[in-house]
């Protein structure tokens, strides 16, 4: 299998904590890997490290050269004023042209379950925040799925419908 990213011996810090440190992992493509740690332990952190959004203290990073690592972080960051339609849209690579833009956005639509795409974000529940959230994060087309804490604000039934996404996925995550 190819190695899709590697840690070595990273650290991070903040003020007198220390989250992690001589921290390394080897993660190929096709894996499945999973951290478990309690509040304030640095997994969010560690996600951020390697999707590049942070920089650890000490140690090396490196990711395979053209890889698409997408992260779900925990606060969706939707535009509120946006309809759900226009945040799916928002997320494809703008470099794909139209008709593989409309046919990403509406497969996604018709897998995710929103029945009106025109509804505004401001207008979701959490759960349907979250739900459209991780479809903007497929829109996305990742090699690698970060995703933080996934099922929080989720009902069963999403997190069912997460599921079936993940076990069927041609992604890393």
Same mark, same amino acid.
């Given at each position: 299998?190819? +190695?899709?990213?590697?840690?070595?011996?990273?650290?991070?810090?903040?003020?007198? !904590?220390?989250?992690?440190?001589?921290?390394?992992?080897?993660?190929?493509?096709?894996?499945?890997?999973?951290?478990?740690?309690?509040?304030? #332990?640095?997994?969010?952190?560690? +996600?951020?490290?390697?999707? *590049?959004?942070?920089?650890?203290?000490?140690?090396?990073?490196?990711?395979?050269? *053209?890889?698409?690592?997408?992260?779900?972080?925990?606060? !969706?960051?939707?535009?509120?004023? +946006?309809?759900?339609?226009?945040?799916?849209?928002?997320?494809?690579?703008?470099?794909?042209?139209?008709?593989?833009?409309?046919?990403?956005?509406?497969?996604?639509? *018709?897998?995710?379950?929103?029945?009106?795409?025109?509804?505004? &974000?401001?207008?979701?529940?959490?759960?349907?925040?979250?739900?459209?959230?991780?479809?903007?994060?497929? &829109?996305?087309?990742? !090699?690698?799925?970060?995703?933080?804490?996934?099922?929080?604000?989720?009902?069963?039934?999403?997190?069912?419908?997460?599921?079936?996404?993940?076990? #069927?996925?041609?992604?890393?995550?």
């Amino acid at each position: 299998m190819t +190695l899709a990213f590697s840690l070595k011996d990273i650290s991070k810090t903040y003020g007198d !904590d220390t989250l992690f440190s001589d921290l390394s992992i080897d993660f190929k493509l096709n894996e499945q890997l999973g951290i478990i740690g309690s509040n304030g #332990s640095g997994k969010s952190t560690l +996600l951020r490290i390697i999707a *590049g959004t942070t920089l650890p203290d000490e140690g090396e990073v490196s990711v395979k050269k *053209g890889l698409k690592v997408v992260l779900l972080e925990q606060e !969706d960051g939707l535009d509120p004023d +946006l309809s759900i339609e226009e945040a799916l849209y928002q997320a494809v690579d703008a470099t794909r042209d139209e008709r593989e833009q409309h046919r990403i956005v509406q497969s996604a639509l *018709g897998k995710s379950g929103f029945e009106d795409p025109s509804v505004p &974000c401001r207008t979701l529940s959490g759960g349907w925040r979250k739900k459209l959230a991780i479809t903007r994060a497929l &829109c996305k087309g990742p !090699d690698i799925l970060l995703l933080d804490e996934p099922t929080n604000h989720l009902d069963i039934s999403a997190i069912l419908w997460l599921e079936t996404i993940l076990k #069927s996925a041609r992604f890393s995550f």
